[in-house]
């Protein structure tokens, strides 16, 4: 079984701070994906990292595949209000079906 | 366009009630998927269907969890003598191709999903 752990599972930040979140991994994915679900709605994919040490930027938003590509992390600056949300990473493995793994994903709240 | 819908969007049940959750997958979309979602955690998923072929079921928690989709469009999972610890959000998703085995991920776009509540 391929498992995915998040930190911080929950995290309150003034606006204008930095924060990162981890993704972790003790198996090799194929790709990786960064969602974000909000209150009585489904995930909303954020990105897809394929190559082991990628980095991709979306505004505010960065997200690095690691080397070995077992690892993630998303890293917002100066985050706002509108950040706030549940973040979930999920891994694909090509050669174990078409479902994702998600993590346990990280609650974040930004205040004003 | 219109996305994946789903219905009901909430549904409370009495235990040992059957319960049916529609998926409206987006249109000529092939593959879909069901997950459960409890609270605070993850979605987990459930089972794959590619048009009408249930491909993988392997994440049904137990036999009272049946899944169909016999025209390869619209989905319905089905809960039988339900219990509390089948309350969740049960989400689907849906992608556009075929998923080939040691191809790339398709993008899965999701439903808003159904919370379900057994009381």
């Known amino acids: 079984t391929q498992l995915l752990e998040q930190s911080p599972q929950f995290l309150s930040i003034q606006e204008g701070e930095n924060l990162t979140v981890y993704c972790n991994s003790s198996?090799?994915?194929?790709?990786l994906q960064w969602y974000r679900q909000e209150p009585g709605e489904g995930p909303v994919l954020l990105v897809t990292?394929?190559?082991?040490?990628e980095v991709k930027k979306l505004k505010r938003l960065t997200f690095q595949f690691g080397d070995a590509r077992k690892d993630s992390s998303l890293h917002i600056t100066a985050a706002q209000p509108g950040d706030t949300g549940l973040y979930l990473c999920?891994?694909?493995?090509?050669?174990?079906?078409?479902?994702?793994?998600f993590g346990g994903g990280t609650r974040l709240m930004v205040k004003p | 366009g219109a996305g994946v819908s789903q219905s009901p969007r909430y549904k409370v049940a009495k235990r040992g009630q059957d319960v049916a959750l529609r998926c409206d997958p987006i249109?000529?979309?092939?593959?879909l998927f069901w997950y459960q979602q409890a609270l605070g955690q993850g979605p987990e998923f459930l089972t794959y269907?590619?048009?009408?072929?249930?491909?993988?079921k392997s994440g049904l928690p137990s036999d009272r969890f049946f899944a169909e989709r016999p025209e390869g469009s619209v989905s319905t999972l089905k809960i039988q003598r339900t219990q509390q610890e089948d309350s969740a959000v049960y989400l689907c998703?849906?992608?556009?191709?075929?998923?080939?085995?040691?191809?790339?991920?398709?993008?899965?776009?999701f439903g808003p999903g159904t919370r379900l509540l057994v009381l």
């Open positions: 999920a891994g694909f493995n090509n050669n174990a079906g078409n479902m994702l793994t």
């Open positions: 269907f590619q048009n009408e072929a249930q491909l993988d």
């Open positions: 990292v394929v190559t082991g040490g």
């Open positions: 249109s000529g979309h092939v593959s």
């Open positions: 198996s090799v994915f194929s790709s």
């Open positions: 998703a849906s992608s556009l191709a075929r998923g080939l085995a040691g191809g790339p991920l398709e993008t899965q776009y």
